[in-house]
């Protein structure tokens, strides 16, 4: 079906070329949005006059058009070489490559458009190039100073969201004060909690103790959510605030009780406080629960190295850093073990683990 597709295609080209000048038909293709068909002549035509700056054009933006981008780059850097100033054509040139996955060369292009005919717009076209090449700060300065020159909401909000949707494929750590900053900024002109929740979840890789505080109490309040309680909550136990972790947590307990996130919290309070008999009781209740953390094994490999129950210990904390072999604590933490149980050779051999890795991280 296909072959006789193209075959009447050919042919339909073919005896309308004997109607009308090849040229005005190319041309009443690209307009009907028949641009394979535009192409088929256009290609023709380039035979006979390939320096053609307006056929080059053509062909161009006919592919363009069909998203074949790399194919489009190159007929029209043809015209451009024939005809230099076409700023129209230009920008189409310079999105042609962006899409085509040529920033560098899309970012030049742009900059000398800017220059050539003080478009301000274009400043976002270098923004997005720039993020896409993962430098944040040329990416978004460019998007600030563009801020500058638009105020109309729809196309803010309309390019926050193609910034937002780039700065999401980075690694989570990567760029933690640009992607804070940018996100900051949209919840201080939005004061919507999607940005809000946008600006916890870049700020949380800053480590910044107050900052973090402060968008969680706004969160617990806004949301009334009890994952917001329960990363308050975490936040507090880490820094050692533990008055303010038990109220948070009980709030949490208080807005859903069958939770067992709350399980974990109370078992990392009680741990922190050194009450390691109920943490340990927590913890089994969590496991016993369904629940799953990183740290089960070495939390509970601790309570029962406090507890003086030290096989117990040193099944699950080998068995945690089996899983884990960067983690030195667990390591020092088996050393203790086998000291107490004077199992001498095991010593030994973790004195040497624990040089090497010293050995390893320092060099």
Known sequence: MKKYLILFLILFVFFSCN????????????????YEQAIIIYQKLLKNNPESDLINKKIGLSYYELSLFKEACLFIEKSLISNKFQPELKKIYGKALFNAKEYYKSIGIFYELIEETNDKNLLIDISLAYLN???????????????LSFSD?????????????????????????EKSEFYKNIYEETKTTEDLIN????????NDFPLLENLLLI???KTKDVKYFNEITLLYIKNTKFDKAEEYVFQSEEINMNQIDTIYLRALLHYYNQRFDS??????????????????????????????????????????????PKNLESLLRLRDNYAILKNEQKVIDLDYEIKWFYKKKYQ
């Not at 978004?140 to 563009?146: A, Q, R």
């Not at 600006?199 to 800053?206: F, K, M, R, W």
Request: charged content about 30%; proline content about 0%.
């Open 19 to 34: 109607r009308k000048s090849d040229f005005n038909l190319a041309d009443d293709f690209f307009k009907q949005k028949k």
């Open 133 to 147: 090449i993962k430098d944040l700060k040329n990416g978004l300065g460019k998007y600030n100073e563009w801020l």
């Open 153 to 177: 909401k729809d196309i803010r909000k309309e390019v926050r969201t193609q910034i937002s949707n780039i700065l999401q494929t980075y690694n989570k750590d990567f760029g933690c004060n």
């Open 199 to 206: 600006y916890y979840n870049t700020a949380v890789c800053l």
């Open 219 to 221: 969160l617990t309040e």
């Open 279 to 324: 943490a340990l009781s927590y913890l089994n209740t969590f496991i016993e629960k369904g629940g799953t953390a990183d740290n089960l094994d070495l939390l509970r490999g601790e309570c029962y190295y406090q507890l003086k129950e030290y096989n117990k210990s040193i099944e699950l904390l080998e068995k945690y850093y089996a899983a884990n």
